[in-house]
């Protein structure tokens, strides 16, 4: 059974940093891109990131560029979410998923549970 | 940036059909997959490649794509299907994944 699970939320003050972990479970983790999705308090869906198999390549909605990094280790079935300079913007439930297998045709077929981050003094 | 519109709301009385909009500049070229969501749960797929269902989401759930719309119907709806739905296709031209706007079903 392929399992996701978030953790490292919280609250943190504006300009300061979090890191969140997602450790997955039931599948080939080095055989799958893996991604980070947000979802603001009462608002719909955003696409934060997402990284290749091996991590070579990262990809990064426009509002996180430079601030947010994504990192995965396969020997621990972990990926990672850097977050510096945050912004009361970025309080939302952090989603990790796993993307399909078919590249051209990007999908997300499991989730985490969520976890909450809450950026504010 | 690409933007996909979906309408905020729509009602239905159960036992009939829920028809839920998604719209984007040139969407027809592009893959559409939709999402159900319901209060405190993360999303789960129930439509993939604009038509095709996930083992174990039921029949009523179908897919369409046509011009400048894709559509997600739910036949026959149940109070169960109650949920936020969210439309997404992957822009490569900014290779950035994008939602739609997100629809909220309410079942009468």
């Known amino acids: 059974e392929v399992q996701l699970v978030e953790s490292g939320g919280g609250l943190v003050q504006p300009g300061g940093s979090l890191r969140l972990s997602c450790g997955a479970s039931g599948f080939t983790f080095g055989s799958y891109y893996m991604s980070w999705v947000r979802q603001t308090p009462g608002k719909g869906l955003e696409w934060v990131a997402d990284?290749?198999?091996?991590?070579?390549?990262?990809y990064y909605v426009d509002s996180v560029k430079g601030r947010f990094t994504i990192s995965r280790d396969n020997a621990k079935n972990l990926v990672y979410l850097q977050m510096s300079s945050l912004r009361a913007e970025d309080t939302a439930v952090y989603y990790c998923?796993?993307?399909?297998?078919?590249?051209?045709?990007?999908?997300?077929?499991?989730w985490g549970q969520g976890i909450l981050v809450t950026v504010s003094s | 940036s690409y933007v996909l519109t979906q309408p905020p709301s729509v009602s239905v009385a159960p036992g009939k059909t829920a028809r839920i909009t998604c719209g984007g500049d040139?969407?027809?070229?592009?893959?559409v997959h939709w999402y159900q969501q319901k209060p405190g749960q993360a999303p789960l797929l129930v439509i993939y490649y604009d038509k095709d269902r996930p083992s174990g989401i039921p029949e009523r759930f179908s897919g369409s794509h046509s011009g400048n719309t894709a559509s997600l119907t739910i036949s026959r709806v149940e109070v169960g299907d109650e949920a936020d739905y969210y439309c997404?296709?992957?822009?490569?031209?900014?290779?950035?994944?994008?939602f739609g706007t997100g629809t909220k079903v309410t079942v009468l």
């Open positions: 040139n969407v027809g070229t592009k893959t």
């Open positions: 998923a796993r993307r399909g297998r078919d590249d051209y045709n990007p999908l997300f077929d499991y």
């Open positions: 990284i290749k198999r091996d991590g070579s390549e990262m």
């Open positions: 997404q296709v992957w822009d490569f031209t900014t290779d950035h994944c994008v």
